[in-house]
T-cell receptor, first 112, second 114 residues
Framework: DAGVIQSPRHEVTEMGQEVTLRCKPI?????LFWYRQTMMRGLELLIYFNNNVPIDDSGMPEDRFSAKMPNASFSTLKIQPSEPRDSAVYFC??????????FGQGTRLTVV | AQKVTQAQTEISVVEKEDVTLDCVYETRDTTYYLFWYKQPPSGELVFLIRRNSFDEQNEISGRYSWNFQKSTSSFNFTITASQVVDSAVYFC???????????FGSGTRLSIRP
């Protein structure tokens, strides 16, 4: 298996633009997590899905953030409109219910 | 509250020294899992070890060892004879059965000086 695949690896966008981050989990994994990493806040869990259903989105910072998982092999995290304070590394991870999570390489987002 | 605390923000040691990274967790669940991850300067998150709440046996893997003590809610990580390649940020994480989400500690930045 190729592991968790995220795209793009880097994204630079202007404030106010829409940003979409993509994730392909490991085949067979039924949990998918989105994390954000910043120096100030560390690794924050934004949202996670089980069997494509959002279970807990309490970590999503505000309504500008939304996440979907239309099928078992694809998820998106969207920010609209983006702001400079959204600049961070966004990680996607997948797992089975009682195992460790495997992480993608991350997307480094810069909003200018 | 479900929480992971890594009180050591940064540690710097000279190569070949032993170093222990502390992790203290809080959970109301009786079934839970603890993990350690390594984040080298390249940025990826690398899984190192998993322990479940029913297995307090310590584990050794080469120069790495882990000490899990439920009595003190701790899951500490020791690197023996440290090497420069061990320089990274190390994260402790908790997954508890009632929610099955994974929460991370704030990480410990480990620097190994040659």
């Amino acid at each position: 298996d190729a592991g968790v695949i995220q795209s793009p690896r880097h994204e630079v966008t202007e404030m106010g633009q829409e940003v979409t981050l993509r994730c392909k989990p490991i085949s067979g994994h039924d949990y998918l997590f989105w994390y954000r990493q910043t120096m100030m806040r560390g690794l924050e869990l934004l949202i996670y899905f089980n069997n494509n259903v959002p279970i807990d989105d309490s970590g999503m910072p505000e309504d500008r953030f939304s996440a979907k998982m239309p099928n078992a092999s694809f998820s998106t995290l969207k920010i609209q409109p983006s702001e400079p304070r959204d600049s961070a590394v966004y990680f996607c991870a997948s797992s089975l219910w009682d195992t460790e999570a495997f992480f993608g390489q991350g997307t480094r987002l810069t909003v200018v | 509250a479900q929480k992971v605390t890594q009180a050591q923000t940064e540690i710097s040691v000279v190569e070949k020294e032993d170093v222990t990274l502390d992790c203290v967790y809080e959970t109301r669940d009786t079934t839970y899992y603890l993990f350690w991850y390594k984040q080298p300067p390249s940025g990826e998150l690398v899984f190192l070890i998993r322990r479940n709440s029913f297995d307090e046996q310590n584990e050794i893997s080469g120069r790495y060892s882990w000490n899990f003590q439920k009595s003190t809610s701790s899951f500490n990580f020791t690197i023996t004879a440290s090497q420069v390649v061990d320089s990274a940020v190390y994260f402790c994480a908790l997954r508890y059965s009632s929610a099955s989400k994974i929460i991370f500690g704030s990480g410990t930045r480990l620097s190994i000086r040659p």
